[in-house]
T-cell receptor
Framework: DAGVTQSPTHLIKTRGQHVTLRCSPI?????VSWYQQVLGQGPQFIFQ???????GRGNFPDRFSARQFPNYSSELNVNALLLGDSALYLC?????????????FGNGTRLTVT | GENVEQHPSTLSVQEGDSAVIKCTYS??????FPWYKQELGKRPQLIID?????GEKKDQRIAVTLNKTAKHFSLHITETQPEDSAVYFC???????????FGTGTRLQVFP
């Protein structure tokens, strides 16, 4: 079985630009969550989507947005990039909503903002 | 606000020894406590999790204990091996919420 897949694996952007990160969940998983992991820290929750609806949002500015598609894949969008947005962006999928079932992470997209 | 503290930040042990990592959480509504192992440049991998209706769970060389009264939970690795070397993260969340709050990580080094 394929795990959670994310694209691209690496990305370099300049301040002020926008970026779109993509995630495909494990087959059969209907929930997708996004986390930001700054170097040397634990992942921080950004969003959770279940059945194409936003179910949770972390403490991130409105520059961050996301959506989930009918096939349960998801996109994370970040506008007006800042240097501080440089991080590893992790997508996780789970079978059920919330934390009723374990989260399985993808390999992440490493975003560098210069 | 919600917070998870994790100690120690680094831990070095000899192969074959035991390793213990401790976490404390602040949100009393938390009832799900997973542990993730993250090797350099790789994704966090779930190694064990515990829900609040049990106090201890074991899986071969790995065990997790939970003290809900004290809001503490711990990861115990016995008979450590060099391949156990990685960063370990604890996390806490509520079954009916949508997010995990992660600790700051423990870098475990197992020396042969």
């Amino acid at each position: 079985d394929a795990g959670v897949t994310q694209s691209p694996t690496h990305l370099i952007k300049t301040r002020g630009q926008h970026v779109t990160l993509r995630c495909s969940p494990i087959s059969g998983h209907k929930s997708v969550s996004w986390y930001q992991q700054v170097l040397g820290q634990g992942p921080q929750f950004i969003f959770q989507y279940y059945e194409k609806e936003e179910r949770g949002r972390g403490n991130f500015p409105d520059r961050f947005s996301a959506r989930q598609f009918p096939n349960y894949s998801s996109e994370l969008n970040v506008n007006a990039l800042l240097l501080g947005d440089s991080a590893l962006y992790l997508c996780a999928s789970s079978l059920l909503q919330g934390l009723l079932s374990p989260l399985h992470f993808g390999n992440g997209t490493r975003l560098t903002v210069t | 606000g919600e917070n998870v503290e994790q100690h120690p930040s680094t831990l070095s042990v000899q192969e074959g020894d035991s390793a213990v990592i401790k976490c404390t959480y602040s949100d009393s509504a938390s009832n799900y406590f997973p542990w993730y192992k993250q090797e350099l440049g790789k994704r966090p991998q779930l190694i064990i999790d515990i829900r609040s209706n049990v106090g201890e769970k074991k899986d071969q060389r790995i065990a997790v204990t939970l003290n809900k009264t004290a809001k503490h939970f711990s990861l115990h690795i016995t008979e450590t091996q060099p391949e156990d070397s990685a960063v370990y993260f604890c996390a806490a969340g509520g079954i009916d919420t949508d997010k995990l709050i992660f600790g700051t990580g423990t870098r475990l080094q197992v020396f042969p």
